[in-house]
């Protein structure tokens, strides 16, 4: 069983910093690329940023600029540095692997931005 294991989250004032992470097994993270995602509520799942096995990102448009996407291999952990949140930065965070057609999801971690 694939486990995606978030932390990180939690309560910060406009303009802060968090930084996510995202622990999973060394077998998937060698060969899976990992990406974040974000979903508010009663809205679908949006891309926030990938990052391939070779080191290759890609950045949703609205956090360009604001956050960055890294991965450890010697701790097999993902990382999402946020700066300069915004209130729009408000939904559940989840860490997803994927290679070719299959995806795998971490439980979610949720960033409030708000004074």
């Known amino acids: 069983q694939v486990q995606l294991v978030e932390s990180g989250g939690g309560l910060v004032q406009p303009g802060g910093s968090l930084r996510l992470s995202c622990a999973t097994s060394?077998?998937?993270?060698?060969?899976?690329?990992m990406g974040w995602y974000r979903q508010a509520a009663g809205k679908q799942r949006e891309l926030v940023a990938t990052i391939t096995t070779g080191g290759t990102t890609n950045y949703a448009d609205a956090v360009k600029g604001r956050f960055t996407i890294s991965r450890d291999y010697g701790k097999s952990t993902l990382y999402l540095q946020m700066n300069n949140l915004k209130p729009e930065d408000t939904p559940v965070y989840f860490c997803?692997?994927?290679?070719?057609?299959?995806?795998?999801w971490g439980q979610g971690t949720q960033v409030t931005v708000s004074s």
């Open positions: 997803n692997a994927h290679r070719l057609t299959t995806h795998y």
């Open positions: 060394r077998g998937i993270f060698s060969i899976y690329a």
